[in-house]
């Protein structure tokens, strides 16, 4: 099974050298921005990428046995700061930040449709003003959000906002102080469901029993 979604990418990248470069296309809150590593402009998909050169820098991510979310960094040098307005700086948080890389001919003509290396999301913009003028921007991967909590829970009317009319959860509140006879006793449930249990009793049961 190949790593490449073009087939044309994966017979280029078996050639011994090959014209290799990578696009960045971040979604700011005023609109896209698109750059690539090489000059001039490359029109990517109907989208014109410009060439940053030099002056464009793309942190290395670092590998790891680990499923960690990596942060990445990218950075114009010498360039005018207004090329990412005030507003964006504070407004393009979160938003979207995709990395693609392809191979060029001889004639500087696309081998085939680029392929996604890497998806992420604004994480910090910075703008430095002086003789040398900085933007920076930093993206985390977008397994981050697998470190976040949706909020959600196994409730009625949570259940309600995926799937309207629903009953598989409607009974969940009853639960929580039901009563249940369990080997001639009464047991009555904790209300700690989807943690961890109340612990009581002589036997350091997760329950509360009742005999009758």
């Known amino acids: 099974m190949t790593w490449f979604q073009q087939s044309a990418n994966a017979i280029e990248a078996d050639k011994p050298h090959v014209a290799l470069f990578i696009a960045v296309q971040i979604a700011f809150a005023s609109g896209f921005t698109r750059f690539w590593t090489g000059f001039g402009t490359l029109n990517i998909l109907g989208n014109d990428y410009?060439?940053?050169?030099?002056?464009?820098?793309?942190?290395?991510?670092?590998?790891?046995?680990?499923?960690?979310?990596?942060?990445?960094?990218?950075?114009?040098?010498g360039v005018d700061p207004m090329l990412v307005l005030e507003s964006d700086i504070d407004s393009s948080f979160g938003r979207s930040v995709t990395e693609y890389f392809g191979f060029l001919t001889k004639d500087g003509a696309l081998v085939a449709a680029p392929e996604v290396l890497w998806e992420g999301r604004i994480d910090a913009i910075r703008r430095v003003d002086g003789e040398e003028p900085i933007?920076?921007?930093?993206?985390?991967?977008?397994?981050v959000n697998m470190d976040k909590s949706d909020n959600y829970r196994w409730t009625h009317e949570h259940q309600q906002a995926f799937f309207?009319?629903?009953?598989?959860?409607?009974?969940?509140?009853?639960?929580?102080?039901?009563?249940?006879?369990?080997?001639?006793?009464y047991v009555?449930?904790?209300?700690?469901?989807?943690?961890?249990?109340?612990?009581?009793?002589?036997?350091?049961?997760p329950f509360h029993y009742k005999n009758r």
């Open 50 to 77: 410009t060439g940053a050169g030099h002056i464009g820098q793309i942190g290395v991510v670092p590998e790891t046995l680990s499923m960690r979310a990596e942060r990445k960094t990218y950075r114009l040098s």
């Open 135 to 143: 933007i920076e921007l930093w993206a985390e991967h977008r397994l």
């Open 164 to 185: 309207p009319g629903d009953t598989g959860f409607d009974q969940v509140a009853v639960v929580e102080s039901t009563s249940i006879l369990w080997g001639g006793s």
């Open 188 to 205: 009555v449930t904790g209300g700690n469901l989807g943690g961890n249990p109340t612990f009581g009793g002589a036997n350091d049961s």
